[in-house]
Nanobody, 117 residues
C-alpha cells in the first residue's frame, strides 16, 4: 500500500506559479512512476505529467514548457512546478503512483488550484 498526500495548491493570479508536492509513504518510492493528473469541474480527469523511477519525463501538450515534474527519492516526494498559469489550468490536481513491476497504482486525494485575478 502507498499513501499519497498532495499539498501546495491554492489561489494564484494568471501568469503566476505554484509548486505542488506529493508525499508518499508505505512502500519503496523508487519502485514507482509518479504522475500528476487534474480534473476540472464537469471534465474527466486528464494526464498532466509523469516521471519514471529513471527520471524519464513526459507531459501533456497543454503544459509543456510551463510545468516541470521532478522527484526526490530521498524524501519520497514528487513535485510539480507550475509556471505561467493560465485560466485553463484550474482543477483539482491528483498525484498517482504506479508500480514499475506489478499492475498496481495509487491516488492521492488531490489539491485544489485556482487561477484568478
Amino acid at each position: 500500500q502507498v499513501q499519497l498526500v498532495e499539498s501546495g495548491g491554492g489561489l494564484v493570479q494568471p501568469g503566476g506559479s505554484l509548486n505542488l508536492s506529493c508525499a508518499a509513504s508505505g512502500s519503496r518510492f523508487d519502485f514507482y512512476t509518479m504522475a500528476w493528473y487534474r480534473q476540472a469541474p464537469g471534465n474527466q480527469r486528464e494526464f498532466v505529467a509523469r516521471i519514471t523511477n529513471r527520471w524519464t519525463t513526459n507531459y501533456a501538450e497543454s503544459v509543456k514548457g510551463r510545468f516541470t515534474i521532478s522527484r526526490d527519492d530521498a524524501k519520497n516526494t514528487a513535485y510539480l512546478q507550475m509556471n505561467s498559469l493560465k485560466s485553463e489550468d484550474p482543477a483539482v490536481y491528483y498525484c498517482n503512483a504506479a508500480h514499475t513491476f506489478i499492475s498496481k497504482d495509487y491516488w492521492g486525494r488531490g489539491t485544489q488550484v485556482i487561477v484568478s485575478s
